[in-house]
Every structure is written in structure tokens, then in C-alpha cells.
């Protein structure tokens, strides 16, 4: 049996405080596939990155235990199963383009040849190849991300731990970096998990939409998206991404998130006829 991306079994993250103790994280259990992409969604401080800083082994459970692939996060680490990406792209400003994809594989001792091969497919991937020799301060706030992404991919990790990486960007350009990166998981098939604060873009990009509570963060609900990506995933268009976000399914699913994430109840999408009107209003 394949041992599972991510299994997150009892945590709870406790932080000490000033005269007091601040429950962030409290018996948490997730689980995640190999291949599949997993968003987390709550209000701020609900512990969305608290949780997956404990999966990257940036820090740890007061209780509770982490496997990644089957092994203790920290081993997972050290063995860099995993890539990540932040809000910022944390880019070496002295570093070429290339030389920023190449960095993980450098460190890991892989020859400059390789290296090279390696990081130009990537530019290719992400449509960055023409600014290959760059530097990070000649990039849009768009295309900076993209190289990030790319670094992440560069050691060719089994899961990508990605906490909110277009929160920074305008709506037109998040959009369509999440349409590439539909299409880049589609290439890579490693399993995801995706911390962000918007609805519309857990829904967009998840097989599951996990919702939090507000602290301490529990989960409150797992919500199994059920949408058509074949068209995004294969050709990364974004005509194709906003035939998408004009389906009347996506609408029901954005607004089931948002009545799981309201403690409000919950509708139901699969054979449920739900008024795109009645959804759409709030759906950002």
C-alpha cells in the first residue's frame, strides 16, 4: 500500500505567551494522497500555516504526530520530499533566474550540467525561458512567483507545501498563475497542500477543500471538490479556466465552502439545482 503524502494524526500547537498559553492548533488529523491537492481555508489565526510549517518541519507538535510519505517530517525533510513556497518569492537578488531554479539542486551536489538541464525545463514550465539570465528585481511580481514555483519543483518533490503564493498579486494575475499551476501539477503529479484565504481559489484548485475553525483551529469541514479540469490542466488556458469559473458547479461549491467556513448549513452541489445568482454575490 502507498503510504499516504501527508498524514497528520492528534496535533495540537501550543505557543507560550506573555502570562498565558495560545492554543493554535488543537487534535488535528489530515490526511492527503499522493497526486492530490489539498487547500486549507479559515479565518486569520485559525493555524492554516502553523499546520503546514509543522509539515515542513519548521516546527513541531506539542502533540500529536506528522508523517510525510511515511516518515517523520523531519526525516522527510532532510531527504527533501517536498518543495515550498511562501507569500514572498524569497528570490536571491544576486542570483540569475537559473541560478535561483538551480540553487536547491546545487546545494544537493548535482553537477553543473544537469543542474542547467534541469532548470531550463522548468523555465519552460513555468513560460520563463526567454528570461532566463534575468535578475529577480527585472521580474514582475507574477513572474518572480513563477521562478519560486519553479525552484520549489527543481529537486522533483513528491509534495508541494505552498502557503498563500499569489495573496500578494493583483486578481487578473492570480488568476492566471493558479491556471498554471493547474497545469503544472498536472505535469509533476506530486500531491499539494495550499494555504489561502480566498474561496473562489481553494475551490478553483483543490480535490478537497479543508475548512478550519477559528481558534483553536480544528477542522471543521472536508469538502471533496468535484469539477472538470482536464481542459485547464492540459493546456493551461485561461479561456479554459474561465469556462470554469462560469460553471454553475463552481458556484455551488464556492458556496458550500463559504457555509462550512460560516458554521451556516451546508448546500449540497451534486444534484442539487442552485441559482448562480444566489451564489455569486460574495464569492471573492
Known sequence: MTAAAVRVTGVTRVFAG????????????????????????????CGKSTLLRLIADLDA?????VEVFGRPAREARLSRDY????????????????????????????????????????????????FAGQF??????????????????????SLLLMDEPFGALDEMTREH???????ICAENRAAVVFVTHSIPE????????VVMSARPGRVREDIAVRLDRSAVAGAGLDSASDDLRADAGFFAHVARVRAALHGTPSLAVAGDTVAEDAVRGGAA
Open 18 to 45: 506573555a502570562g498565558r498559553e495560545v492554543v493554535a492548533l488543537e487534535d488535528v488529523d489530515l490526511t492527503v494522497a499522493p497526486g492530490e491537492f489539498v487547500s486549507l481555508i479559515g479565518p486569520s489565526g
Open 61 to 65: 507538535p506539542s502533540a500529536g504526530t
Open 83 to 130: 518543495g515550498i513556497a511562501f507569500q514572498q518569492a524569497g528570490l536571491l537578488p544576486w542570483r540569475t533566474v537559473r541560478a535561483n531554479i538551480e540553487l536547491p539542486l546545487a546545494l544537493a551536489g548535482v553537477g553543473r550540467g544537469a543542474r542547467r538541464e534541469r532548470a531550463d525545463h522548468l523555465l519552460d514550465l513555468v513560460g520563463l525561458a526567454d
Open 136 to 157: 529577480p528585481d527585472q521580474l514582475s511580481g507574477g513572474m518572480q512567483q513563477r521562478v519560486a514555483i519553479a525552484r520549489a519543483l527543481a529537486d522533483e518533490p
Open 177 to 183: 498563475l493558479q491556471t498554471q499551476l493547474l497545469r
Open 202 to 209: 481553494a475551490v478553483f484548485l483543490s480535490d478537497r477543500v
